[in-house]
Antibody, heavy 118, light 106 residues
């Protein structure tokens, strides 16, 4: 089965860190651009970050620049998001999302909840 | 950055109705647009890509149209299982790949 499975979320205090991981199964992500998208509780979707297939290019939404780092391990078929200096407003469901040459953002993980609260 | 303005924010319709949702881009994005459906507690799913192409497995009552800055998602005959929130998103050029604000279909 082709799927993406996120892990590593949870409750963290403001200023803390978390590392999200996304494991791909049923396909190889090595040649694909990968993304993180988040959704705050009761709110809309927000693109967070993207990484090219060979990790040469990374992109971030302005609100996370300098705090979040996207990375990938093609040998382990996985994607990561290191989140530092977390803020209350980073509280959201975080989705790992695949691009393909035909359809961008075509496959989404089930999501991982990150809660930033004191 | 390209802004996406989606309307309406909410919509009430009945089974069998024709439903139309609009998305306007602040700059020309050609046909680089996806439409998504999201049901409560679930991840979004692509309905339409490249503005007008139906993703595999999506019912033909979903139709996408438009190019440049104005786009439309039409459900030709609303079914009960179509109750969801719908989003547009552009992927023109380099990120950020902005989403519309969403349309809550009731």
């Amino acid at each position: 089965e082709v799927r993406l499975v996120e892990s590593g979320g949870g409750l963290v205090k403001p200023g803390g860190s978390l590392r999200l991981s996304c494991a791909a199964s049923g396909f190889s992500l090595s040649s694909l651009t990968m993304n993180w998208v988040r959704q705050a509780p009761g709110k809309g979707l927000e693109w967070v970050s993207s990484i090219s297939s060979g990790s040469s290019y990374t992109y971030y939404t302005d609100s996370v620049k300098g705090r979040f780092t996207i990375s990938r391990d093609n040998a382990k078929n996985s994607l990561h998001l290191q989140m530092n200096s977390l803020r209350v407003e980073d509280t959201a469901m975080y989705y790992c999302v695949r691009d393909t040459p035909t359809v961008y953002f075509d496959l989404w993980g089930q999501g991982m909840l990150v809660t930033v609260s004191s | 950055d390209i802004q996406m303005t989606q309307s309406p924010s909410s919509l009430s319709a009945s089974v069998g109705d024709r439903v139309t949702i609009t998305c306007l881009a602040s700059h020309d994005i050609s046909n680089s647009l996806n439409w998504y459906q999201q049901k409560p507690g679930k991840a979004p799913e692509v309905l339409i890509y490249d503005a007008s192409y139906l993703e595999t497995g999506v019912p033909s009552r979903f139709r996408g149209s438009g190019s440049g800055t104005a786009f439309t998602l039409t459900i030709t005959s609303l079914q009960p299982e179509d109750i969801a929130t719908y989003y547009c998103q552009h992927y023109s050029g380099l990120p950020p790949y902005t989403f519309g604000q969403g349309t809550n279909l009731e």
